[in-house]
């Protein structure tokens, strides 16, 4: 027995070295140390998909490595202003203006503004196949809208502030009272904030049978999953109207901007925060390439017969 | 009547080996032995708490009740321990019938006190005092008052005979005390090496062992 | 931040604090009769049972999530209950996922205690739930810091209610499920606010527990 205790232990003991060995990052020999761009981008981006096809063709072409950090849009923006990115890549311009006017944008030799608006999609209303509430009929994306509200038909916000949950926002009859503060927005039976991602909120709407808005690369990714459809019971209701429509834009962040202490929410003493604006240049320049627009432009084509975003 | 037939191993040394050994209703046996001789293992057979290989027959439709050499008290007052046993809608009776009981064993004074914070000796007592609240076929009781001073031991002892005389009830216990054997029981089985050596009434085998092993060991005592 | 006059935030609360004391409390009934069977009884095969019950112990959260989601989804074995992204469900996670800390802990702790009251419980010849009631009555204190830890996870679970809740505003939201999104929004001051009334909610539990124990100690003298 004696025998048998000792022997669990060398072997808890050898365990435990092994994955101390194992996770030790500074046992890995890396030959030099890469150039790397920060990027804080939001979930919605991330999710599509599209970071992750032009990454290994970025990282070719430039000889930078790319980490991004992606949360809802407030905490990505709130992330740069800590001085954790060289860029921002959102899709909210009344945040990102706001970004700006804050003084935390850098105008990129050769571009006319801080805010690089790049690409475009567009958002869709999905719901229920059979579509109770005739939004599929209706004459614009706001009578559509109105439509679900006066039925009282189940409707999922993602009520996380994120650049989707702002578009709808817009879509709502103002004199419904809804807000993204939820503290002092008006509530309703049928509105569900769901205060979640748009793939969490998407499955929501797919087991309630409810409306949804939505990017349309999420959208039909999942619809297109590989283990087969993971939102059989929703169909894309309306698309393609100018009031839906999602501009993707960058923003490099200015290296002399106001940085705040994220413990203090005081303002950094100036220099405390190091952004590295050629890397910043680089990745903006690498985008708005040719090489990066045709790439983009295929995105999606061949797993789902369509362009998810057009290039500006 | 119990019959039991047991053996019991633990690896290669056997602890218990009894053959047909038989318990008679109404009865009192002292189990004498040296340590280690199998008593515990035997009151534990019989009482059903340790598995053996045999059978202990007539203990079906019985009531058992058996006290091991370390009991426990529980967290609770010592009339509630004593209490512990009884069926909860008989409680209010039977509290008083342990009330008079701790009484009698010179215990009244300790009725309300939490039972874990006694001394051993005290433990003992009101444990024994537990085993006697409820009436029982056979009690089986393994050195029942091996923690106990001299004026404790005699004060148990009459209260467990009354409890017999009353009752009715047979009492298997072990002791290493000849003197405690002779007080208490008709009859007395030796025990060694987990087998029974000699087996009779209580003067005969202690005043005139038949096994030469029973002799060395009385002649041990002796001394 | 004054709860009172937030009938949003009195709503998390409300929810948080049923969802907490419910699970823990169901949690702590089934986990304490397995973990007091597991203790008490010596049977064949009762070394695999305790080594899968503390395997359970280690359950990640998000997994119970998606495996009580797919259950009680639309087209899921249990979907026609209808209770998916709501408190009850979000009960019913918490307490696959606590049950066996519970009972994983009953047993450990309680397993010494069972050892030396066997013999004399035993030799009483009592009934089944007389046992149980003096072995728990042995191991009050001991399941007193088993159920703080049981309402400890419950309170400040995130993985697993967020995916069968839905975090449903005035529904299904929680403090900490309303915390991680707060995080989502850059809100943080509301997160960490948010974070200290769970603190001093679960400060207010281990009060009572203290008290509850030292209540205990007391009557034992």
Not at chain 2, 101 to 125: F, P, V, Y
Not at chain 3, 61 to 87: A, D, E, N, Q, R
Request: proline letters at 4%.
């Amino acid at each position: 027995m004696k025998k048998l205790t000792s022997l669990a232990l060398v072997l808890l003991l050898v365990l435990s070295l092994v994955t101390f060995v194992a996770c030790d990052p500074a046992d890995t020999p890396s030959a030099e140390e890469p150039k790397v761009v920060r990027i804080s981008t939001t979930t919605s981006v991330n999710d599509s998909g599209l970071m992750a096809y032009l990454q290994p063709y970025f990282e070719a072409d430039t000889g930078y490595k790319w980490e991004i950090a992606s949360a809802g849009t407030g905490a990505a923006i709130k992330s740069a202003k800590y001085g954790n990115a060289d860029v921002i890549l959102v899709h909210s311009k009344s945040q990102e203006e706001a970004f700006v006017a804050d003084g935390f944008g850098r105008v990129v030799e050769g571009y006319s503004a801080e805010r690089i608006s790049f690409m475009y999609n567009y958002f869709v209303l999905v719901g229920p196949t059979a579509d109770p509430a005739g939004a599929k009929n209706a004459t614009g994306v706001k009578a559509a809208f109105s439509s679900i509200a006066s039925g009282s038909h189940t409707f999922i916000s993602r009520g996380d502030k994120s650049g989707t949950h702002t578009a709808e926002l817009k879509l709502w009859d103002s004199a419904l009272g809804l807000t993204n503060d939820p503290a002092t927005s008006a509530t309703y039976d049928w509105y569900v904030s769901a205060g979640q991602g748009m793939g969490a909120c998407l499955t929501m709407a797919n087991e309630q049978g409810a409306y949804c808005l939505t990017d349309k690369a999420t959208f039909l990714s999942m619809k297109n999953h590989a283990e087969g459809d993971k939102l059989p019971g929703l169909s894309i209701l309306f698309e393609q109207d100018d009031a839906m429509k999602n501009t993707y834009s960058m923003i490099a962040v200015n290296p002399n901007a106001p940085f705040i202490d994220s413990v203090t929410g005081e303002a950094l003493p100036e220099g405390t925060v190091t952004i590295d604006t050629e890397a910043a240049n680089v990745f903006i320049n690498w985008m708005t390439s040719t090489r990066a627009s045709e790439l983009i432009a295929q995105y999606g084509v061949e797993q789902y017969g369509q362009a998810l975003f057009t290039v500006m | 009547m119990i019959e039991i037939t047991a053996q019991k191993k633990y690896g290669e040394r056997v602890v218990l080996d009894v053959e047909k050994l038989r318990f008679v209703e109404g009865e009192v046996y002292a189990i004498i032995g040296t340590n280690g001789s199998g008593k515990s293992t035997l009151l534990e057979a019989i009482a059903g708490t340790l598995k053996v290989k045999g059978s202990v027959r007539g203990v079906e439709g019985k009531d058992v009740a058996y006290m091991p050499q370390k009991s426990y008290a529980f967290s609770m007052s010592v009339l509630s321990n004593v209490t512990a046993p009884c069926p909860l809608f008989r409680l209010p009776a039977e509290r008083a019938k342990a009330k008079r009981l701790l009484k009698q064993m010179g215990l009244h004074h300790l009725a309300r006190k939490n039972a874990s914070r006694l001394s051993g000796g005290e433990t003992q007592r009101v444990a024994l005092a537990r085993m006697l609240v409820a009436p029982h076929d056979y009690l089986i009781l393994d050195e029942p008052s091996a923690s106990m001073d001299v004026e404790s031991t005699l004060i148990s002892e009459e209260v467990l005979k009354d409890y017999l005389e009353r009752t009715g009830c047979a009492l298997i216990f072990a002791t290493h005390s000849m003197a405690q054997a002779r007080r208490l029981s008709d009859k007395v089985v030796f025990l060694d090496g987990g087998k029974v050596i000699e087996m009779g009434y209580t003067d005969e085998v202690l005043d005139n062992p038949k096994d030469d092993r029973t002799k060395a060991f009385l002649d041990n005592f002796a001394r | 931040m004054v709860i009172g006059q937030d009938p949003m935030l009195q709503n998390i609360v409300k929810t948080t604090l049923e969802m907490a004391f419910t699970s823990s409390i169901l949690a702590l009934l089934f986990g304490v009769l397995i973990g007091l069977v597991v203790a008490y009884n010596n049977f064949p095969g009762k070394k695999v049972v305790v080594v899968i019950l503390r395997t359970l112990m280690g359950l990640p959260p998000v997994v119970v999530g998606i495996v009580v989601f797919i259950l009680f989804s639309g087209t899921g074995p249990f979907g026609h209950l209808k209770l998916i992204y709501s408190v009850e469900l979000m009960i019913v996670a918490q307490v696959v996922l606590i049950t066996p800390i519970v009972a994983g802990m009953t047993e450990t702790s309680l397993t010494p205690i069972v050892d030396r009251m066997r013999p004399t419980v035993k030799g009483l010849g009592l009934s089944v739930p007389k046992k149980f009631f003096l072995v728990l009555n042995e191991g009050k204190y001991q399941l007193i810091a088993v159920y703080l830890f049981a309402f400890a996870r419950a309170i400040s679970e995130v993985g697993a209610i967020q995916i069968v809740g839905g975090n449903i505003l005035n529904k299904t939201r929680t403090m900490t499920t309303a915390i991680a999104l707060n995080y989502n929004t850059g809100d943080f001051a509301l997160a960490v606010a948010l974070g200290i009334i769970l603190l001093a909610i679960a400060l207010g539990v281990n009060l009572v527990a203290g008290l509850l124990q030292m209540g205990l100690k007391k009557r034992n003298d």
